[in-house]
């Protein structure tokens, strides 16, 4: 297993530290001293999430030892991890790693300082909060400036006591930035990371949040997973592939629902927009369900490259499905219940077509079409349609309050079933492909919601479930 080896030691005895490039510690020294760890939000600054930060932490006194990150893969040198003497390295930098780790890895946390963080003592400083994008106290430094969204060799930052840190930065000016980590000061210390881009931080407070006590700086190309630090023969992140993901996932019960994706994913404008909540049905009853467990398993099985569901979220993942045919049927069939007197009738006005063959594109028209005139062409295998028919059936009847019309023809209902099948089968397919695109070996709510958000013909018709805007399946 190993030790940790001390790279450098510096000594901190004014109860606080300055952080970041030259001119960002002299406008920490410049600052008032921070107190503690305090609520930094996150703030739009044109196209991205900044925090300002004053560059200056309460720290604690006393001797601090600087560690440095080994990538193992490319052996470079991939970060630093700087902590008071009395922390526990190994355990300090897995929390720091948990709460907000690299926005590049998998289940890193928070990328924001937010109520998670500050419970957990850990500060958040991003790329955009310091170096060149925070320009106070540049035209004093004098530093040399170059365009911050080109790619830079390496990427560096200085930790230095509150008291000295003016003192520190004008010795560091007048050295080449390639050799300053090299230079050993009593009082602070400069972090480099060659090849590298992009500079950040996480500091770590004690567990009274009143003083820091470790600070974890890295780039955009530190790989936790295949980092090392020096002296030690385990990464600082264990490998995970796909599947392993996935199944921790499902023990730690991960929310798959997938609600911060659909809030990502604004509507485009092709789609139109989401209704308004007045205009949203549901959620209804576990009996009004239309498809049971089996005949999900029918549709699944209709296409050999079909993911399943998984326990314990397939039944979430039923009622979904089922609220959006619901919302479905309420939205676009029971209106038509005494409007037409034919079946074909009846599909001309739903599909807005005269006949399928017309519709050369096979839209989702020309299915709806096709099934609602033709019930009984192409079966699928292991089917019960009887049992689900009379399921469509009864909730039509309890809808429409009367047992009249087209809900009373058999073939009709037939047809129904079978338009309903269909649009299963499709956001079957699609939530497969959704899943498998990031490697997921089942299909989850979320990759409904993805299916049916990315399609303009199946958003169109399933977009007034209540259920599918709010995730309470």
């Not at 039944?315 to 479905?328: A, G, H, W």
Request: charged fraction near 25%; proline fraction near 4%; charge should be negative.
């Amino acid at each position: 297993m190993g030790f940790p080896r001390v790279h450098a030691r510096f000594t901190v005895h004014s109860g606080h530290l300055c952080y970041g490039e030259l001119h960002n510690i002299w406008q920490g020294a410049l600052a008032e001293p921070s107190w503690g760890l305090t609520a930094v939000q996150p703030r739009v600054a044109g196209t991205v999430m900044t925090h300002k930060l004053d560059h200056n932490v309460s720290a604690l006194n006393g001797t601090w030892n600087a560690f440095r990150l080994i990538d193992t893969t490319e052996s470079r040198l991939a970060g630093w991890f700087v902590a008071h003497e009395s922390v526990d390295v190994l355990q300090e930098t897995d929390k720091i790693l948990h709460v907000s780790g690299s926005p590049n890895e998998e289940d890193s946390g928070s990328q924001y300082n937010d109520e998670k963080t500050i419970k957990e003592g850990v500060l958040v400083i991003n790329r955009y909060d310091w170096g060149l994008y925070d320009k106070r106290a540049l035209d004093v430094v004098g530093e040399d400036e170059f365009d911050p969204y080109t790619f830079a060799p390496r990427i560096g930052a200085g930790l230095v006591d509150y008291a000295e840190a003016k003192a520190e930065v004008m010795f560091w000016k007048n050295v080449p930035e390639d050799d300053r980590a090299e230079e050993q000061r009593p009082h602070g210390l400069w972090l480099d990371i060659p090849q590298n881009e992009y500079s950040f931080g996480r500091f770590g407070f004690d567990d009274k949040q009143g003083a820091a006590r470790s600070f974890l700086f890295f780039g955009i190309q530190t790989v936790f997973t295949q980092t090392f630090i020096a002296g030690m023969q385990q990464p600082l992140r264990k490998y995970e592939t796909h599947e392993e993901r996935f199944q921790r996932r499902l023990q730690e019960g991960f929310d798959f629902r997938g609600m911060e994706t659909l809030k990502l994913m604004a509507v485009p404008s092709w789609l139109g927009s989401s209704p308004a909540d007045g205009d949203l049905l549901g959620p209804h009853t576990n009996d009004e369900r239309l498809f049971q467990e089996a005949d999900f398993a029918a549709l699944l099985r209709r296409n050999a490259e079909n993911l399943d569901f998984v326990d314990p979220w397939r039944d979430r993942v039923e009622f979904l499905l089922n609220e959006l045919l619901i919302s479905y049927l309420e939205r676009y069939i029971l209106p038509l219940d005494r409007s037409f007197a034919t079946i074909l009738s009846t599909a001309q006005a739903l599909t807005r077509q005269r006949a399928p063959q017309q519709n050369k594109s096979r839209t989702l028209d020309f299915y709806l079409f096709q099934y609602l005139t033709q019930p009984h062409e192409d079966p699928i295998p292991n089917w019960d349609a009887a049992a689900v028919a009379a399921r469509v059936r009864e909730f039509l009847f309890s809808r429409s309050g009367e047992q009249l019309g087209l809900f009373s023809n058999d073939e009709y209902i037939a047809g129904l079933c079978r338009c309903l099948a269909w649009l299963i089968r499709e956001v079957l397919e699609l939530a497969s492909n959704a899943a498998k695109d990031i490697y997921r070996s089942n299909i989850m709510p979320a990759d409904v919601r993805i299916a049916v958000c990315n399609d303009a013909q199946l958003f169109s018709i399933f977009k007034y479930s209540r259920v599918y805007w709010d995730g309470s399946e």
